[in-house]
DNA sequence: CTAGGGTTAG
């Protein structure tokens, strides 16, 4: 640094900046050299001290430092809005907006996409609205930029129809523009959206897909459970001569667990020549969820092995294959290993502290589970109680469950599947009064109830079927096969189980009949058309019920085809009788 | 001088 004594010049300040732009702490220095030097420094010098800030993230320095510019131009609001948006900083970046405009300084073209992303940050939809006015107002309605963003902005508030609308109406829509769209309608849990949206793209000849496309469309497929068509997509990239770098592949291997092909994820983990962080998680969690806890638990040494070093993500999945194999001590090894690592980035999470609970809580240690929660460094959300309650459930304690619903209530009131899951305590328990006043608050407060479906793939598309559906082309098909069907198992000793504790409040209404669950339908479906060896692939947007699920392992059985099932939580594999989630749910 | 798009978990 300088000597106390020498005067400060301007060609010094330049040069220091130059040389210590990524030093947080230097930076401040500089700042206060500056201000006590008396000199009256030029905007371009604050500019680049400005820039640094934000660079090391500092936006409380870099607010400073823009609070004494003078008159400071358009460019340089610009980029204080960049910093606050890549900092994540969306309320400071709406409070400088309205400063802006006091001052009359006008915004220009380069001003919303920053600041309608940090409305988009912000969560708050009438903003939004707000925001689109103005834009609206200085005229950048146009500019496809501007548009692109304030697409994502409308989606991320779930205002579909307006974010829809203004995509279509955009004129001479670029490929960052689709992928936007794209993009956000995976995030949104919008992707058969996406896929429409990528057959369009495709039939636009102004316009030719990149990696970012296939990415997008992967994930879209894993969460449709469409092996077919992700298989397609990626092919079709392979052709076009797309680069497949090392997200496109993770983005594979994600679209071949979340459709319950953990051989297919296996085979392209071995082959590919660049893993990351990323890629093994994924694959660790993958087995996780499907059941495989001691693949996960052997590539999570197997990366230990290799000097790699994991991440939270990665944890989780370690930790819920323990919670998946009853592994009580391992799971608290693991997590040990966590709280004791001096890597800041390892601090266990809300998320792992669930995954502990769940643990416990599945492995009966109800009490222990209790204890752990109260003891924890972290306020409990509803994640952690609904872990306990999910336990309470499967173990109906019915005291436990009942205190734990009334600390949930207070946590999520709105969250109809904890209410759902409280009920069938109750339904354990065999107190019915309960369970008729608690469906009357429901019905009071209006919790909104999800409709179950449950979805297979065949020949490149994908069918629905909802509870007692009678829409499909085969529909008579269907039914004569699931009567058939029925008939066989009941004679290997399938009884229906009319009493489940998992029964859905909904299901229980008087027009639905337990054996035209969407699943089974879906099942009766991969039964007629599914070909030879194939699995049958089922997609449930719920948990399965456990009828449902009595009913699958006797179909796997009698047809001695594999039955793969997703359901809201994890895979079940059923094979010649047996499932492969073990009764843990 | 500045601007919009991608992978694990929730």
């Known amino acids: 640094m300088i000597a106390k004594q020498t005067p400060l010049t301007k060609q010094m300040l330049s040069k220091l900046l130059q040389t210590s732009s990524s030093k947080p702490k230097h930076l401040k220095k500089i700042h206060a050299l500056v201000l006590t030097s008396g000199l009256s420094v030029k905007n371009s010098l604050l500019t680049q001290l400005l820039e640094n800030l934000i660079l090391v993230g500092d936006m409380c320095h870099a607010r400073k430092v823009f609070d004494e510019m003078h008159k400071p131009r358009v460019f340089l609001w610009n980029t204080l809005f960049k910093g606050y948006v890549k900092n994540k900083l969306p309320f400071e970046s ?73 995509f ?95 051989e297919d994820a296996r085979v392209l983990f071995e082959e590919m020549e660049q893993r990351n962080v990323v890629s093994w998680s994924t694959m660790i969690v993958g087995y996780a969820m499907n059941g495989d ?72 240690l109800l009490e222990e589970a209790y204890e752990f929660i109260k003891k924890m460094p972290v306020e409990p959300d509803a994640g952690i109680w609904g872990a306990l309650l999910g336990a309470c459930v499967v173990h109906r304690d019915v005291k436990l469950g009942q205190k734990v619903a009334d600390l949930l209530v207070e946590t999520a009131p709105d969250i109809g599947a904890y209410q759902v ?15 008729d006043r608690l469906r009357s608050k429901m019905r009071k407060l209006g919790t909104k109830k999800v409709a179950a479906y449950s979805s297979v793939e065949f020949d490149g598309k994908l069918h629905y079927f909802n509870r007692g559906d009678k829409s499909h082309q085969q529909t008579k098909a269907i039914y004569e096969k699931l009567e058939e069907v029925l008939k066989k198992i009941r004679n290997m000793g399938y009884v229906p189980q009319t009493g489940s504790v998992f029964h859905d409040v909904e299901t229980e209404e008087k027009e639905s009949s337990l054996s035209h669950h969407s699943e089974k339908l879906a099942i009766a479906f991969g039964l007629i058309n599914g070909r030879g060896e194939d699995p049958i692939r089922v997609v449930k947007n719920l948990r399965t019920c456990e009828d449902c699920h009595v009913f699958a392992k006797f179909v796997s059985k009698l047809t001695s085809r594999d039955i793969i099932m997703r359901d809201k939580n994890r895979f079940h594999h059923f094979r010649n009788g047996d499932c492969s989630c073990r009764e843990f749910w």
């Open 94 to 166: 709406v409070t400088l907006y309205k400063k802006m405009r006091d001052l009359d300084v006008r915004p220009d073209e380069f001003t919303y996409p920053f600041v309608v992303k940090a409305v988009s940050q912000l969560g708050v939809c009438l903003s939004g609205f707000a925001f689109h006015a103005h834009v609206v107002k200085h005229g950048f309605e146009t500019l496809g930029i501007v548009v692109t963003e304030l697409v994502m902005m409308y989606m991320k508030f779930g205002e579909l129809r307006s974010a829809q609308c203004l």
């Open 168 to 262: 279509e109406s955009m004129q001479g829509k670029d490929l960052v523009a689709w992928n936007a769209f794209i993009a956000v309608c995976v995030q949104t849990g919008n992707s058969g959206l996406a896929l429409e949206c990528y057959h369009k793209m495709c039939a636009d000849a102004a316009v030719e897909f990149d990696s970012f496309t296939v990415v997008s469309m992967l994930s879209a497929c894993g969460q449709l459970g469409s092996l077919e068509i992700g298989k397609e997509i990626y092919d079709r990239a392979r052709k076009e001569g797309i680069d497949c770098n090392v997200i496109v592949e993770n983005a594979r291997l994600d679209m071949y667990v979340k459709c319950g092909s953990t």
């Open 293 to 364: 806890s001691d693949e996960a638990l052997a590539l999570f040494s197997r990366m230990q092995n290799e000097g790699l070093r994991p991440n939270y993500v990665t944890f989780l999945g370690v930790l819920s294959a323990c919670s998946h194999a009853g592994l009580v001590d391992e799971g608290k090894r693991y997590f040990s290993i966590m709280a004791r690592s001096s890597d800041k980035n390892l601090e266990p999470r809300k998320e792992h502290y669930a995954c502990m609970v769940d643990l416990l809580g599945r492995s009966g």
């Open 421 to 435: 899951l409280l009920s069938n305590i109750y339904a354990a328990a065999g107190k019915w009064d309960c369970v």
